[in-house]
């Protein structure tokens, strides 16, 4: 059995209060916040479990985030629309810092990524008691005087006193607790889904595409072409299936054109649009993202559906509400958010978006910490699974632990890379 607290002073850090450590650009301000809460859960019984049950579920984790890239990977290689699309969102996509990445918003973004920090290093404070490792300190990590995270110090020289069991159980305390509140959020969210009913409207266009975003400096921008706008004509065909709107506009290239829409208020517009005499493969013409037209009753119920055991369509669950393409199946995007009463009132979507990006931003905190990258949660847990095996080959385990960082890191590279290497 595992050595567990059984006194709220024992092994307890002496921390108590404030201090700054610099480290070139970062600066690390630790506090002695939370490790009084850390000792109290540690010492229930819900921590003990919760300790134990956790100890070999990382690889679990793990298996998710390698299968989520290969995945992503066989897309972004066979589709060359999935790489226009990534490579429109551009590089800083990939990062999850609100305000930089275009389609995490600001304020739903910065609460989702504070509390996801919270709660994961909280996990490692807190099973860390457990076994009665010393937390010397909690605290905020700035860049450039910007946070950027919070971490729990844990004493390195009694962490590497710990069992592999311990160690197993500590760093995956943080990654786990994240996907508990995933759990937590899709539950949440599926209640708030489960409150909306489709606002019965008259006078509906019957036929179109729906304009889920207008690029900048693109011909539609410059005609007056708007998200939320229904194309209806081109040239006088009436669109009436999602591929007619690029094959009249091939068959009209080098011609000017009458195009007819109408804009998120219901007003007809019709305007002549110059197109170009010739396009470059893999791209548009008028710049924009389209859909079918949204129907909320259909969307709702495939939305709902994505919850399900037996769903084939999970991963719709993943898709941002502020990324345009898949935005007319998400009840709670700009998009279609005004097409449904719920019993919450208005209230429902920006219940609906804090759940959804608390799910989404601790989903890819989990996930990413999970990898087997030296520095990360998954890359200690493993390496200390190999210096199980390699203790007495000291430098067998480094070679082996360096080879599986870079080739990992090579990996999540080329994901990255692949839109702007293939074309």
């Known amino acids: 059995m595992e050595k567990e607290?059984?006194?709220?002073?024992?092994?307890?850090t002496k921390e108590t209060r404030m201090r700054v450590e610099r480290k070139f650009v970062l600066f690390l301000i630790h506090t002695p916040i939370g490790l009084e809460l850390f000792?109290?859960?540690?010492?229930?019984?819900?921590?003990?479990?919760?300790?134990?049950?956790?100890?070999?579920?990382?690889?679990v984790i793990t298996a998710l985030a390698l299968f989520l890239?290969?995945?992503?990977?066989?897309i972004l290689t066979s589709n060359s629309e999935a790489r226009v699309g990534t490579r429109s969102l551009g590089p800083q996509a990939n990062l999850l810092i609100p305000g930089l990445n275009p389609y995490l918003p600001w304020t739903y973004g910065w609460v989702a990524l504070i509390v996801t920090i919270v709660i994961h290093e909280a996990g490692h404070g807190i099973v860390a008691r457990v076994y009665n490792i010393k937390v010397e300190s909690t605290g905020i990590l700035l860049f450039l005087g910007i946070p950027v995270g919070a971490f729990v110090?844990?004493?390195?020289?009694?962490?590497?006193?710990?069992?592999?069991?311990?160690?197993?159980?500590?760093?995956?305390?943080?990654?786990?607790?994240?996907?508990?509140v995933v759990a937590v959020s899709l539950v949440a969210l599926y209640f708030v889904v489960s409150t909306l009913t489709p606002i019965q409207t008259t006078g509906a266009p019957q036929y179109g595409v729906a304009i889920l975003g207008v690029?900048?400096?693109?011909?539609?921008?410059?005609?007056?072409?708007?998200?939320?706008?229904?194309?209806?004509?081109?040239?006088?065909?009436?669109?009436?299936k999602i591929n007619d709107l690029e094959n009249l506009l091939k068959s009209n290239l080098g011609n000017?054109?009458?195009?007819?829409?109408?804009?998120?208020?219901?007003?007809?517009?019709?305007?002549?649009?110059?197109?170009?005499?010739q396009v470059n493969i893999n791209e548009g013409i008028l710049g924009v993202s389209i859909s079918a037209l949204p129907n909320a009753a259909e969307a709702l119920k495939v939305y709902k559906d994505a919850f399900s055991f037996k769903s084939m369509n999970h991963e719709i669950l993943l898709l941002p509400p502020t990324l345009g393409a898949g935005e007319e199946v998400i009840p709670f995007s700009n998009l279609m958010a005004p097409k449904y009463h719920s019993s919450l009132g208005p209230a429902f979507y920006p219940i609906a978006n804090m759940f959804y990006w608390l799910m989404f931003v601790n989903f890819n905190v989990a996930i990413f910490n999970a990898l087997p990258i030296g520095p990360l949660d998954g890359g200690q847990l493993y390496n200390s699974l190999l210096e199980t095996k390699l203790r007495s080959k000291p430098d067998k385990l480094r070679s082996i632990s360096s080879l599986i960082t870079y080739a990992m890191v090579a990996v999540v590279a080329v994901s990255v890379l692949v839109p702007y290497l293939v074309r």
């Open 5 to 12: 607290v059984k006194g709220k002073d024992k092994g307890k």
């Open 39 to 59: 000792d109290k859960l540690a010492n229930t019984s819900a921590g003990r479990i919760y300790a134990r049950f956790n100890i070999y579920l990382m690889p």
């Open 69 to 74: 890239i290969v995945s992503s990977l066989i």
């Open 153 to 180: 110090n844990i004493s390195p020289e009694e962490l590497a006193k710990c069992t592999f069991k311990q160690k197993c159980a500590i760093l995956t305390a943080g990654p786990l607790n994240n996907m508990i």
């Open 215 to 240: 690029a900048d400096h693109s011909l539609a921008n410059s005609i007056g072409l708007s998200k939320g706008s229904i194309i209806e004509n081109v040239a006088g065909q009436k669109i009436l």
């Open 256 to 277: 000017t054109v009458a195009i007819t829409w109408k804009d998120a208020n219901g007003h007809q517009i019709t305007r002549l649009a110059n197109l170009p005499k």
